[in-house]
């Protein structure tokens, strides 16, 4: 008995030692990539938007080299790639990605981070003379007690977003290398550039990336994967006249007045800053004065579910000809390209809709088993997942839709693109954990039996599973709307 408890109490010292030599890699890499200058630039045509970002890829491609990864390689716009060779053979390759810029919004303008690790025992944490992290308005503060967190010296941002995500990206890429025993299937380590200017998938491609399942590791909060998001459709609305002619003597109606006329048909109740959690919105954001005679008003439709963008497209085309009608102009309409109208009058209105991305929910829940792999690799490390729609697009999304089905995990970092952004170590290891489990648990299956479940599931679910209540979308609607014809809209 005594023997038993020595060994188990071994097994358990052991465990601990090599969680904490993780924790510890985790935080040093942390401090090593964001003490490396990576902001990315707006209004650079170019990938990468800055030069600096090449900087950090040729250190995270030496490392991988280094602990003996192959295929390494750093493209021409600074993506990294590389290859772990799996001991599994038939199991699905896995992509693990984080990004290397940092934030154009965050006040850095040149300076270099300089990364602090603090001992956290609970309570306030200084930061600086000017700034303190306060425990009651840092939700997942308590949550690091007992670990390290990191911070910036308050001068500026840290880049903890996604530097967190790329040490433990890296950290698995190690553990896995180090450790041929752990069952895996191939992993494909990419890291990208311009995330935060929202160009980091437009050089990426299905071929390039080569996985059948992904995990972005670039997600704020602790125990957040993003399991759907938005689906997304841009529009402008430009007003054409005749010359507006001489104010004192034209009868013309200028443009601004027919745009005015459009803009003023947009229900407040579906703003954009009356949408949250699960809403939709339908929104004008920006109007611009392109000459004497040309308007243009820009705007966004954003929903969680395709018939209610279907609902929202067909609301904003009925205003555009309603709009038409009122000023006798022939409408255009151009709906992802397709031309439809009389576009050569010299007076028109044009209405063009373009879908932007889609909800990654419309593909991921082809993929049932991956899911539940995901569910069990948090239950296995012991962290409450906390599945969350995203309100905007992702990388996650983009490679989603490019065949991939790929979720977007925490990283252990919070108040991102800010001068009090701080990663909790201990979180860093839960989502080292949550993802080492993750791939452990995917070497179990193999690639056909995840792809064949996704296809019995879709020949399973030949109509989509989406129920609209519109009278729910419409609730906060004025009078005036509520007698709006909507008979047509199916
Ligand atoms: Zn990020």
Same mark, same amino acid.
């Given at each position: 008995?005594?023997?038993?408890?020595?060994? !188990?109490?071994?097994?358990? $010292?052991?465990?601990?030692?090599?969680?904490?030599?993780?924790?510890?890699?985790?935080?040093?890499?942390?401090?090593?990539?964001? /003490?490396?200058? +990576?902001?990315?630039?707006?209004?650079? #045509?170019?990938?990468?938007? =800055?030069?600096?970002?090449?900087?950090?890829?040729?250190?995270?491609?030496?490392?991988?080299?280094?602990?003996?990864?192959?295929?390494?390689?750093?493209?021409?716009?600074?993506?990294?790639?590389?290859?772990?060779? @799996?001991?599994?053979?038939?199991?699905?390759?896995?992509?693990?990605?984080?990004? $290397?810029?940092?934030?154009?919004?965050?006040?850095? *303008?040149?300076?270099?981070?300089?990364?602090?690790?603090?001992?956290?025992?609970?309570?306030? !944490?200084?930061?600086?003379?000017?700034?303190?992290?306060?425990?009651?308005?840092?939700?997942?503060?308590?949550?690091?007690?007992?670990?390290?967190?990191?911070?910036?010296?308050?001068?500026?941002?840290?880049? @903890?977003?996604?530097?967190?995500?790329?040490?433990?990206?890296? +950290?698995?890429?190690?553990?896995?290398?180090? =450790?041929?025993?752990?069952?895996?299937?191939?992993?494909?380590?990419?890291?990208?550039?311009?995330?935060?200017?929202?160009?980091?998938?437009?050089?990426?491609?299905?071929?390039?990336?080569?996985?059948?399942?992904?995990?972005?590791?670039? &997600?704020? @909060?602790? %125990?957040?994967?993003?399991?759907?998001?938005?689906?997304?459709?841009?529009?402008?609305? +430009?007003? *054409?006249?005749?010359?507006? @002619?001489?104010? %004192?003597?034209?009868?013309?109606?200028?443009?601004?007045?027919?745009?005015?006329?459009?803009?003023?048909?947009?229900?407040?109740?579906?703003?954009?800053?009356?949408?949250?959690?699960?809403?939709?919105?339908?929104?004008?954001?920006?109007?611009?004065?392109?000459? =004497?005679?040309?308007?243009?008003?820009?705007?966004?439709?954003?929903?969680?579910? !395709?018939?209610?963008?279907?609902?929202?497209?067909?609301?904003?085309? =009925?205003?555009?000809?309603?709009?038409?009608?009122?000023?006798?102009?022939?409408?255009?309409?151009?709906?992802?390209?397709?031309?439809?109208?009389?576009?050569? &009058?010299?007076?028109?209105?044009?209405?063009?809709?373009?879908?932007?991305?889609?909800?990654?929910?419309?593909? $991921?829940?082809?993929?049932?088993?991956?899911?539940? !792999?995901?569910?069990?690799?948090?239950?296995?490390?012991?962290?409450?997942?906390?599945?969350?729609?995203?309100?905007?697009?992702?990388?996650?999304?983009?490679? +989603?839709?490019?065949?991939?089905?790929?979720?977007?995990?925490?990283?252990?970092?919070?108040?991102?693109?800010?001068?009090?952004?701080?990663?909790?170590?201990?979180?860093?290891?839960?989502?080292?954990?949550?993802?080492?489990?993750?791939?452990?648990?995917?070497?179990?299956?193999?690639?056909?039996?995840?792809?064949?479940?996704?296809?019995?599931?879709?020949?399973?679910?030949?109509?989509?599973?989406?129920?609209?209540?519109?009278?729910?979308?419409?609730?906060?609607?004025? #009078?005036?709307?509520?007698?709006?014809?909507? /008979?047509?809209?199916?």
């Amino acid at each position: 008995m005594k023997k038993l408890f020595t060994f !188990l109490t071994l097994i358990c $010292l052991t465990a601990f030692v090599s969680a904490q030599s993780i924790e510890d890699k985790l935080v040093n890499r942390l401090v090593e990539y964001a /003490s490396i200058y +990576t902001q990315s630039e707006y209004d650079v #045509d170019e990938v990468p938007s =800055s030069k600096c970002q090449f900087g950090l890829a040729v250190v995270l491609a030496d490392e991988l080299e280094m602990l003996g990864a192959q295929d390494v390689k750093i493209d021409e716009h600074a993506y990294v790639y590389a290859t772990i060779k @799996g001991n599994m053979p038939n199991a699905p390759t896995l992509f693990l990605s984080a990004h $290397l810029d940092t934030s154009p919004d965050g006040d850095l *303008k040149g300076k270099t981070p300089i990364p602090v690790v603090h001992r956290y025992k609970g309570g306030n !944490l200084q930061i600086s003379e000017k700034l303190t992290l306060l425990e009651d308005r840092n939700e997942f503060l308590p949550a690091a007690v007992g670990g390290k967190v990191i911070t910036s010296d308050g001068t500026t941002l840290l880049g @903890g977003d996604d530097k967190a995500g790329m040490s433990v990206v890296m +950290t698995i890429a190690e553990t896995l290398l180090k =450790s041929p025993n752990i069952p895996h299937g191939d992993v494909r380590i990419i890291f990208t550039p311009d995330e935060e200017i929202g160009n980091s998938t437009k050089y990426l491609t299905k071929e390039k990336i080569a996985a059948d399942f992904g995990l972005v590791v670039d &997600s704020h @909060g602790f %125990g957040r994967i993003v399991v759907e998001n938005f689906n997304a459709t841009d529009f402008t609305f +430009t007003v *054409k006249t005749a010359s507006a @002619g001489h104010p %004192g003597y034209s009868s013309n109606v200028p443009p601004l007045n027919i745009a005015t006329n459009f803009i003023s048909q947009f229900p407040e109740a579906l703003a954009s800053y009356n949408s949250s959690g699960k809403d939709g919105y339908l929104s004008y954001y920006k109007t611009k004065a392109v000459s =004497s005679n040309e308007y243009v008003v820009y705007g966004r439709i954003r929903s969680f579910e !395709l018939n209610e963008m279907k609902l929202y497209k067909k609301m904003l085309l =009925s205003w555009a000809q309603e709009t038409a009608k009122q000023y006798d102009l022939d409408c255009v309409t151009i709906i992802n390209g397709e031309r439809n109208g009389n576009s050569d &009058s010299i007076a028109n209105v044009t209405l063009n809709m373009k879908d932007s991305y889609f909800n990654s929910k419309e593909v $991921l829940k082809n993929y049932p088993t991956n899911y539940k !792999l995901i569910e069990q690799a948090y239950k296995m490390a012991g962290v409450k997942m906390r599945a969350e729609s995203g309100r905007g697009g992702s990388d996650a999304c983009d490679i +989603t839709y490019m065949g991939i089905p790929t979720y977007n995990m925490f990283a252990g970092s919070h108040n991102e693109h800010s001068n009090d952004e701080w990663v909790s170590s201990k979180q860093m290891l839960a989502s080292y954990n949550v993802a080492l489990n993750y791939i452990k648990l995917m070497a179990e299956h193999s690639r056909e039996e995840m792809l064949n479940d996704s296809l019995d599931k879709r020949n399973k679910k030949v109509s989509r599973d989406i129920n609209i209540d519109i009278d729910k979308i419409f609730k906060n609607i004025n #009078d005036q709307y509520n007698t709006y014809p909507f /008979s047509n809209i199916k």
